[in-house]
């Protein structure tokens, strides 16, 4: 149940900031916050990231729509699995992050980018924390994938091994 609510507060904390944004900003005006080290910025996303098929928004927006269903019938499937505490904490952070982007599409036509981190290399990208929750669940979730860690996903019995040398 945690990881429900972990993925509704992300859900509704990036939903609620993205309706203040359209409210009360500008699009494309720029006001520096934290000593100048975050600028908010709104703009408009309705392709992929980095607006990769803007001109198709239609498209996207269905392509969007049924990875997000993936991605929740996984996590619905990975929920009552035990022993999976940091696959379910990346997972439930994708899901929060990606519910708020496909709602963002399907109510709007576009997702509603917020934040640039002034940091040289990132300078000219425009985020928003759905973007930052779904990137820091997916490493979560990679770091605790069978592939990264060294487990092997499927058990062999010990005996094996001494069934091949006979």
Same mark, same amino acid.
């Given at each position: 149940?945690?990881?429900v609510? =972990?993925?509704?507060a992300?859900?509704?904390?990036?939903?609620n900031?993205?309706?203040y944004?359209?409210?009360?900003?500008d699009?494309?005006? /720029?006001?520096?916050?934290?000593? %100048?080290k975050?600028?908010?910025?709104?703009?408009?996303n309705?392709?992929f @990231?980095f $607006?990769?098929?803007? /001109?198709?928004a239609?498209? &996207?927006r269905?392509?969007?729509?049924?990875?997000?269903g993936?991605?929740?019938?996984?996590?619905?499937?990975l929920l009552?699995?035990? $022993?999976?505490?940091i696959?379910?904490? %990346?997972m @439930?952070?994708?899901?929060g %992050? *990606?519910?708020? $982007? !496909?709602?963002?599409? !399907?109510?709007?036509?576009y !997702?509603?980018?917020?934040?640039?981190l002034? =940091?040289k290399?990132?300078?000219?990208i &425009?985020?928003?924390? *759905?973007?930052?929750f779904?990137f820091?669940?997916?490493?979560?979730?990679f770091?605790? @994938?069978? &592939?990264h @860690?060294g487990?092997?996903p !499927?058990?062999?019995?010990?005996?094996?091994s001494?069934? &091949?040398e006979?």
């Amino acid at each position: 149940m945690i990881y429900v609510l =972990i993925a509704l507060a992300v859900f509704l904390l990036d939903w609620n900031i993205k309706n203040y944004i359209e409210r009360h900003f500008d699009t494309g005006k /720029e006001k520096d916050i934290l000593k %100048g080290k975050i600028t908010v910025k709104k703009q408009y996303n309705r392709g992929f @990231s980095f $607006n990769i098929l803007k /001109e198709k928004a239609d498209y &996207v927006r269905k392509i969007s729509a049924f990875v997000f269903g993936i991605l929740l019938f996984i996590f619905i499937l990975l929920l009552p699995q035990k $022993n999976k505490a940091i696959k379910k904490l %990346g997972m @439930s952070l994708c899901v929060g %992050g *990606a519910a708020s $982007n !496909v709602a963002d599409r !399907v109510k709007r036509g576009y !997702v509603v980018d917020y934040f640039i981190l002034n =940091i040289k290399p990132l300078r000219n990208i &425009v985020f928003n924390l *759905a973007d930052i929750f779904i990137f820091i669940g997916c490493f979560i979730t990679f770091l605790a @994938s069978p &592939v990264h @860690s060294g487990k092997s996903p !499927v058990k062999c019995n010990e005996n094996f091994s001494d069934a &091949v040398e006979d």
